[in-house]
């Protein structure tokens, strides 16, 4: 049983790889060169070399659901305050991709989503403006504090947040056992719609690798990370490290009431999964459109039980009530 | 039957009951008189008493022993008859059963009539309604935004809700619309519109007297001069010049006069004294003011006949249960009104709820009606019409809206594909604080998914034979109840009831069969809402191999 497991999620990371949609990444890489070039243009002089940042950055993407973040550094004398640095590139962005994209101010970053292409595609980036603590230190120590937009998220009252984008990649380097549960916790938390931030599960993953020692195969790692998060993420004085910003404690991002939620949620999904293995399929479920195993009948892509022959008989997965 | 040499038997050994002076049975009943004596009494206390036939069972819900002293009126718990209120345990063996009654006529006069003790719950006072005509009537009111002051008086609008049987009479049944003062200043009740708009078919008059209209505060008065001192004559007068407008036309007609009182924290009560015109109790006397007769009108020592009135706010009509109050308050959409959409729709305005709009493009036809909420004496009609019928008779304090039947079979999917009416749609939606999707239509969960919506949205759905509901709260819908259905069900599509004459084949399951699983599920949501709990989906699970077991699964 834990073998059709470990062979089950094997498959499930298989479908969500990047390189099925390596058309669509080039898309995505080439509009990201386009938006650093522009932005190096118009802030030459005033900015650091932007990077790469995000779940690309750290080999954790998954194909179903992500975007390209470009970190920007800012120079320390670029702008009077870290707001102005926001509202300026958000004012440039806006008015260069206006007609092509729609474009958002977030949490502490920019979104451009441009439109639909010929093949329906809409490309996302995020663009995070950052400025260094002291000036010319950027170089050396990578450090950066970005604006948090007030209207956004839990820092309400903070008008700005110290991070490390450098930091957050390197933390996650060489971490290959660490990062296929990242991307199953992803798979997990974008299939069933979860609210938690990738960041948060990340660390979480990082830390439970950290502090237990996990082994065996796919499932038990996963299984052993999932107990970790429920035996620790509600407890009092847990602590979850930004390796960004060792002050900042990302667990706190969740109030009380969330992080008994999440620790009863892994309950939940252990004993499902645990009493029946196919309950694996409904908490990492594999992404139909590169599952060479989906011979569901209507294309819907989930393996539908039996197949539907006459077109005046229900299917097997009718509802009822109504 | 009863046999007296028992009753003898077990209440001559009573050691506080001093002396029998009296036991006696007719063809029925047994009489007797007994004197009471025990430490705490000055004296003797008398009581007749009286065991009816079926002693020691009970019948329409009281004691078949009555004791009595009419001396004892004042005290609590003591009915106009004397009759002492006791409600004692229950107990089929006669011997058992008297000494638990005799003991519990000591206990009252410790209680009441030694320590005159006070009850904190406060009783309504005891009214014996009259019949005019071979006819009750009853008048149901409920809160007004007013503050009624002692001497106030004017109009009352009536609206007549039903007629019908009680205690084996006719009776009229009144709903009260409003009050109007005697400035002419109008206070609507707090029904709903449906109520607000029922037509308006009789007036009556009110006056606020502020005290219990009531002797000892309990026994609601015998006869109209009894109420001499609280009513201002200027109400007389307007009694009097009702009347004598309408002797000619309207002679015997019954006009209800509410008296209005404070009960418990400034809540105020009506109790209504029916009046016919043509023999209205009012008097003309003259008396002297500066040496000159001037008319006094007056109340007479005719015998008030009381009607019936029932307080039926929000607060009384809720009163023995409702869902929690972040449901009850919400703004809710039911979507889909067959089986489970109706049941839920009426379980919420049971539950108290205020706001429940519907929405179906569905038919009901008589096939429907025995695993649903619908009637069969309304024939053919659509859903939504009669279920907003139906939901409105169950509750007067619910507003139901319906939604146009294209919106969501039609508008939404047609425009679902661009983002900006994606985003009018949400909008539009976002304004109920939830949404039952009832409606089984994938398509529809679907573009609800897609709408992203800020407001609570609850899937329901159930499998053929009703073994399994799934309810899945947004949002996690979509991927949820796919999969379920999909991969992890054992939904039985080939034994499907197919009903002639059409090929639309149909679940199999009985009204109990499908109420169990949505009163359950209504349990769960009202508990998750209640504590605050997170909206974890969750699947109700029936097994009815041998004994029939209902299980809640959460994921």
Redesign the interface.
């Known amino acids: 049983m834990e073998e059709t497991k470990q062979a089950y999620l094997q498959e499930v990371l298989e479908t969500y790889r990047m390189s099925h949609i390596e058309d669509l990444v080039n898309k995505y890489k080439s509009r990201r060169d386009e938006v650093k070039e522009v932005l190096e243009e118009k802030y030459t002089g005033d900015i650091y070399s932007p990077i790469n940042s995000g779940s690309f950055a750290k080999h954790t993407a998954i194909n179903s659901k992500f975007d390209l973040d470009i970190a920007v550094p800012f120079k320390r004398d670029s702008f009077k305050t870290i707001e102005k640095m926001f509202d300026d590139v958000f004012g440039f962005l806006n008015a260069k991709y206006k007609d092509k994209a729609t474009i958002r101010k977030q949490k502490v970053s920019i979104g451009i989503e441009f439109f639909a292409d010929k093949d329906g595609d809409n490309i996302s980036l995020d663009i995070v403006p950052g400025r260094e603590l002291n000036k010319e230190q950027y170089p050396d120590d990578k450090n950066m504090n970005l604006y948090v937009n007030s209207k956004y998220g839990v820092i309400e009252k903070k008008t700005y947040i110290q991070t490390n984008i450098q930091a957050q990649i390197d933390h996650i380097k060489a971490k290959e056992n660490e990062r296929k549960i990242i991307r199953l916790l992803k798979i997990w938390k974008t299939?069933?719609?979860?609210?938690y931030k990738s960041f948060l599960l990340e660390l979480l993953a990082i830390k439970a690798f950290e502090k237990e020692s996990i082994s065996g195969n796919l499932w038990e790692k996963l299984k052993a990370v999932m107990q970790y998060i429920q035996n620790n993420v509600a407890k009092e004085g847990f602590t979850l490290k930004d390796p960004g910003n060792s002050n900042n404690n990302v667990v706190e991002t969740l109030e009380t009431?969330e992080r008994d939620?999440l620790s009863?949620?892994m309950k939940?999904i252990i004993n499902?999964i645990e009493k029946?293995d196919?309950?694996i399929?409904?908490y990492f479920?594999k992404n139909s459109e590169f599952d060479d195993n989906d011979h569901?009948s209507n294309g819907?892509g989930?393996?539908?039980?039996g197949t539907t022959i006459a077109s005046?008989?229900?299917?097997?997965?009718?509802?009822?009530?109504? | 039957m009863l046999d007296i040499g028992v009753i003898k038997g077990v209440i001559s050994k009573i050691p506080y009951i001093k002396k029998v002076i009296s036991l006696k049975k007719d063809e029925f009943f047994i009489y007797g008189k007994i004197e009471i004596l025990f430490e705490g009494l000055e004296k003797p206390l008398s009581f007749k008493f009286q065991i009816f036939p079926q002693y020691p069972l009970k019948s329409y819900d009281s004691e078949s022993i009555r004791f009595i002293n009419k001396d004892l009126l004042k005290y609590n718990h003591v009915m106009k008859d004397g009759s002492i209120c006791i409600h004692t345990s229950y107990n089929t063996n006669i011997r058992k059963k008297l000494l638990i009654d005799f003991n519990s006529l000591k206990s009252w006069i410790e209680k009441y009539y030694i320590n005159n003790d006070e009850d904190k719950k406060y009783e309504h006072i005891i009214v014996s309604p009259s019949l005019i005509h071979n006819k009750y009537y009853s008048y149901i009111f409920t809160d007004v935004d007013y503050k009624f002051k002692k001497g106030d008086y004017g109009e009352v609008k009536l609206s007549l809700l039903a007629n019908g049987i009680y205690k084996e009479a006719n009776i009229a049944n009144y709903l009260v619309k409003s009050f109007s003062t005697q400035n002419g200043e109008k206070t609507e009740c707090y029904w709903n519109k449906m109520y607000k708009k029922n037509p308006l078919t009789d007036n009556g008059f009110y006056v606020f007297i502020e005290k219990h209209p009531a002797e000892y505060n309990k026994f609601a008065f015998k006869k109209f001069n009894k109420l001499e001192t609280y009513i201002p004559s200027a109400f007389l007068d307007l009694l009097h010049k009702f009347e004598k407008y309408n002797l000619k036309n309207s002679k015997d007609i019954i006009v209800p006069m509410f008296i209005g009182y404070t009960t418990v924290e400034s809540e105020i009560h009506w109790q209504v004294a029916l009046l016919e015109i043509g023999n209205f109790p009012i008097k003309e006397e003259y008396e002297k003011k500066d040496k000159i007769l001037v008319p006094i009108r007056k109340l007479t020592d005719q015998d008030i006949k009381w009607a019936i009135t029932r307080n039926a706010s929000y607060k009384y009509f809720f009163g023995r249960g409702t869902l929690v109050t972040k449901i009850t308050n919400a703004k809710i959409l039911v979507i889909?009104v067959?089986?489970?959409?109706s049941m839920i729709a009426k379980v919420l305005v049971k539950g108290g709820c205020r706001f429940v709009d519907i929405a179906d493009y569905?038919i009901k036809e008589p096939e429907n009606i025995c695993r649903s909420e619908y009637l069969f004496n309304t024939g053919i009609t659509d859903k939504v019409y009669e279920l907003q019928q139906i939901l409105l008779t169950n509750s007067p304090f619910v507003e139901i809206n319906i939604f146009k039947k294209e919106y969501f079979e039609e508008i939404i999917k047609i425009f679902s594909t661009d983002l900006r009416d994606r985003e009018h749609f949400a909008s539009k939606l976002n304004e109920y604080d939830i949404i039952f999707d009832?409606?089984?239509?994938?398509d529809l969960m679907y573009v609800l998914n897609l709408l992203e919506l800020n407001c609570d949205l609850i899937n329901?759905?159930?499998?053929?034979h009703?073994k399994e509901?799934?309810c899945a709260f947004?949002?996690?819908?979509d991927?949820?109840?796919?999969?379920?259905?999909?991969?992890?069900l054992d939904?039985d599509?080939d034994d499907?009831y197919e009903p002639i004459g059409c090929?639309s084949?149909?679940?199999k399951?009985s009204y109990a069969d499908?109420s169990v699983l949505v009163q359950m599920a209504m349990k769960q949501i009202n508990l998750i809402y209640e504590k605050?709990k997170?909206r974890?989906n969750f699947i109700i699970r029936t097994e009815d191999d041998n004994v029939f077991t209902v299980r809640i699964?959460?994921?």
């Open positions: 299939s069933n719609s979860e609210k009431w939620n009863s949620k939940i499902h029946n196919d309950k399929k409904l479920p569901s819907s989930y393996g539908i039980k005046s008989i229900p299917p097997n997965n009718q509802r009822f009530g109504n | 889909g067959g089986a489970i959409g569905d009832c409606t089984t239509d994938n329901l759905s159930i499998t053929n009703a509901l799934v947004s949002p996690n819908i991927h949820f109840v796919n999969t379920q259905f999909e991969k992890l939904n599509i499907l090929w084949p149909t679940f399951a499908i605050n997170a974890n699964e959460e994921y």
